[in-house]
């Protein structure tokens, strides 16, 4: 006696591997709706974190005399051509907390720029003018506001590894940081901080008629 098996068709098989992969989907979106639920399972946190090693030293000659703190909301939507937003496309709303710091660079300053007249109560010294450095975003006061991704772009994201990678707003919020330093009085007021404290100094040291300029 003999007993027939049949097998599965292969459109059965696609068919069960597509269901299989909406279940786990919409489990993992249910999840993130109800985020109570992540709790029943006990997850925990651990650093597991190797040591941090210092790779170099640089020696700075710049004396950062002000600091700009700036805030942007970045609204970034990516479409694609012919597939609507439910089905393709992300738009992600971010907040960008960041500073931008602005300095004089007296490492540059050159034994021509300082004259000191013969009683040492008179000096006149030309700096470079201020300039600012890179926008640097603050993790603990930038965030994002809302995320919206189509449904591809959710199934990428369940086979991704880094499913919520911001790192293209971060960018952009850091450029609109570094731009409205630009339009700003940031290397203005540095140059006025930086004449103060030059002349504080020199007063303490018994100079009587301190100048500084900048365009060195």
């Given at each position: 006696m003999t007993t027939s098996i049949k097998r599965m068709p292969g459109w059965a098989k696609v068919v069960s591997a597509?269901?299989?992969?909406?279940?786990?989907?919409?489990?993992?979106?249910?999840?993130?709706?109800?985020?109570?639920?992540?709790?029943?399972?006990?997850?925990?946190?651990?650093?597991?974190?190797?040591?941090?090693?210092?790779?170099?030293?640089?020696?700075?000659?710049?004396?950062?005399?002000a600091s700009g703190n700036f805030q942007v909301v970045v609204d970034l939507e990516k479409d694609?051509?012919?597939?609507?937003?439910?089905i393709r496309g992300t738009r992600t709303l971010y907040v960008g907390a960041g500073t931008v710091d602005a300095y004089v660079d007296l490492g540059r300053i050159d034994r021509k720029d300082v004259t000191v007249n013969d009683d040492r109560t008179s000096a006149t010294?030309?700096?470079p003018h201020a300039a600012?450095?890179?926008?640097?975003?603050?993790?603990?006061?930038?965030?994002a506001v809302s995320k919206q991704r189509g449904l591809l772009d959710r199934l990428g994201d369940v086979f991704s590894d880094n499913p919520n990678?911001?790192?293209?707003?971060?960018?952009?919020?850091?450029?609109?940081?570094?731009?409205?330093?630009?339009?700003?009085?940031?290397?203005?007021?540095?140059?006025?901080?930086?004449?103060?404290?030059?002349?504080?100094?020199?007063?303490?040291?018994?100079?009587t008629d301190v100048t500084v300029t900048y365009g060195a």
């Open positions: 597509f269901v299989l992969v909406l279940v786990v989907l919409f489990a993992g979106l249910r999840l993130a709706v109800l985020p109570g639920l992540r709790d029943v399972f006990g997850t925990e946190t651990h650093d597991n974190s190797g040591p941090t090693l210092l790779k170099s030293i640089q020696d700075m000659s710049r004396y950062d005399a694609a051509k012919y597939l609507p937003d439910a010294l030309r700096l600012l450095g890179k926008p640097a975003l603050d993790p603990d006061h930038s965030y990678d911001e790192r293209a707003v971060q960018r952009l919020a850091a450029q609109h940081i570094g731009k409205a330093a630009k339009d700003s009085r940031l290397t203005a007021r540095a140059e006025e901080n930086t004449t103060s404290m030059l002349e504080g100094l020199l007063r303490s040291l018994g100079f």
